[in-house]
Nanobody, 127 residues
Framework: VQLQACGGGLVQAGGSLRLSCAAS????????MGWFRQAPGKEREFVSA????????YYADSVKGRFTTSRDIAKNTAYLQMNSLKLEDTAVYYC?????????????????????WGQGTLVTVSS
């Protein structure tokens, strides 16, 4: 599957953005879809994931209550709605797809369980 992330940009603190991750080659219902981010000089970190069957979503503590992950099977696209953005949310955001279905939720916070990655989209939050 090929993943194309978009929707990043410059936004003021407190604002909102919605990232999209369009998939091609295979339906996203086959994958757990994850979102990660990497700030300059830092390691890539988990943001959110939605389980392959759509039954569960997972969030990093730092974004819980502010970000929402979802998907549209018909459009073969995953989304990350980001509200109440903070300066520390500035990063390149990546979407990823995992074929592994039987893991517990915490496992999907690990980069190593994802099989495919998008190219990243930059989110810059200004004061």
């Amino acid at each position: 599957v090929q993943l194309q992330a978009c929707g990043g940009g410059l936004v003021q603190a407190g604002g909102s953005l919605r990232l999209s991750c369009a998939a091609s080659g295979r339906t996203i219902s086959s994958y757990t879809m994850g979102w990660f981010r990497q700030a300059p000089g830092k390691e890539r970190e988990f943001v959110s994931a939605i389980r392959w069957n759509g039954g569960s979503t997972y969030y990093a503590d730092s974004v819980k209550g502010r970000f929402t992950t979802s998907r549209d099977i018909a459009k073969n696209t995953a989304y990350l709605q980001m509200n109440s953005l903070k300066l520390e949310d500035t990063a390149v955001y990546y979407c990823a797809a995992s074929l592994r279905r039987n893991y517990s939720g915490t496992v999907y916070s690990q980069t190593g369980v994802y099989d495919y990655w998008g190219q990243g989209t930059l989110v810059t939050v200004s004061s």
